[in-house]
């Protein structure tokens, strides 16, 4: 990469909120190492809720592509973004790019490294369902990173597995998810957030493009079937801005007395979110990960998942987007406290929260330190 008294200059792209939160413990790594220039380049494809979690953090964007813009399609997301990338990189001539998870905003850091000649480092690497159109467009864009990246820093042994069926063996590390490293770095500060008292908490998140129309309508059914059936449960909701999923959710949750639905939470109030909750409905990758950290059992309103350890641990269940299913599976944890003990475990399949240190140190052999 370099020589080793030089410094290697380290692009960090993060676009989302979910990568700034995984992106954030490495970042923070690399800025104490002395060998390491890092510059943050963000897109914005997340605007609000991106700025938040990197200000939560204490990290600044160098560059800001700001590429939101009201009800986006993806062609001329990844057209604009491509392009604005290319331009940037070819500026900054970093000697490293690292980008995490399977956003357009991955891919697209990805294909731009690739066209430049930059080697490309590819956090949470191997997460796979098999299936191109589920979750779409996040598998074809982590696919498409895996192809390109020189360095593959995979979560977990299944994620690792994953590559090697591909054929990527080279420069593969299991490493943990970085998402721990953060939610322990956050949580052991954080207090729960207050519920009213007597009743259970059930967090909700909904908002992938895969979810939008009747996955969505299902699920909000099954939300409202719920609260009306247990008086003691009441549903907090931090709604998408997203008009595919602010519209629909409103229209079938809002005016209930116990149903909450509110901006999306910065990161710390989300964590603080998690801690209160009695149970956790999402259709989000990182709660998958987050929420059984903190012993929450987790419902997965998907018809697929790419992080299948937390099912295999029992910690995670996967029910699709079938309104009876939803309730069903909710009822049993509801109603049966052995049932919610033995979801309730507090494992986490997903690492130590030593992930980002591991990065490091793969950046540090090859630059030469």
Request: hydrophobic letters at 45%; charged letters at 20%.
């Amino acid at each position: 990469m370099t020589k080793p008294q030089e410094q290697a200059k380290i692009v960090c792209v993060v676009g989302t909120r979910p990568e700034a939160v995984k992106m954030a413990p490495v970042i923070l790594a690399l800025q104490r190492e002395p060998w390491a220039q890092v510059r943050v380049l963000a897109t914005g494809q997340h605007r609000q809720m991106l700025d938040q979690v990197l200000q939560a953090f204490g990290i600044t964007a160098d560059i800001d592509l700001d590429m939101m813009q009201p009800n986006q399609d993806l062609t001329s997301l990844t057209a604009r973004m491509l392009t604005a990338m290319d331009r940037v990189l070819k500026v900054e001539q970093p000697s490293a790019v690292l980008a995490q998870g399977d956003t357009t905003t991955v891919m697209v850091a990805a294909l731009a490294s690739f066209y430049l000649h930059i080697p490309f480092g590819h956090v949470e690497a191997g997460l796979r369902t098999g299936d191109l159109r589920r979750p779409f467009p996040e598998e074809m864009n982590r696919v498409m990173a895996g192809r390109l990246a020189q360095w593959h820093f995979a979560p977990t042994e299944s994620a690792r597995q994953n590559l090697a069926r591909e054929g990527i063996t080279d420069e593969v590390y299991v490493t943990g998810n970085t998402v721990i490293d953060a939610l322990q770095q956050v949580a052991a500060h954080t207090p729960a957030s207050e519920a009213h008292e007597g009743r259970r908490l059930v967090l909700v998140t909904m908002h992938r493009r895969e979810s939008f129309g009747g996955p969505l309508e299902e699920a909000c059914n099954a939300i409202r079937t719920l609260v009306d059936a247990y008086p003691d449960v009441e549903v907090l909701y931090p709604v998408h801005r997203n008009p595919n999923v602010l519209g629909p959710v409103e229209k079938l949750l809002g005016g209930h007395p116990r149903i909450r639905l509110v901006e999306p939470l910065d990161y710390v109030p989300f964590v603080a979110a998690m801690k209160s909750a009695y149970l956790v409905l999402t259709d989000s990758g990182g709660v998958q990960e987050e929420a059984p950290a903190l012993a929450k059992p987790v419902l997965v309103m998907r018809e697929e998942t790419e992080r299948p350890e937390a099912v295999a641990a029992g910690v995670v269940q996967l029910v699709g987007t079938d309104a009876q299913k939803i309730v069903g599976a909710a009822r049993r944890l509801l109603d049966d406290p052995a049932a919610y003990r033995a979801m309730a475990k507090g494992v986490s399949p997903y690492g130590d929260g030593k992930a980002a240190g591991r990065i490091v140190d793969v950046l540090r052999r090859y630059a030469g330190h």
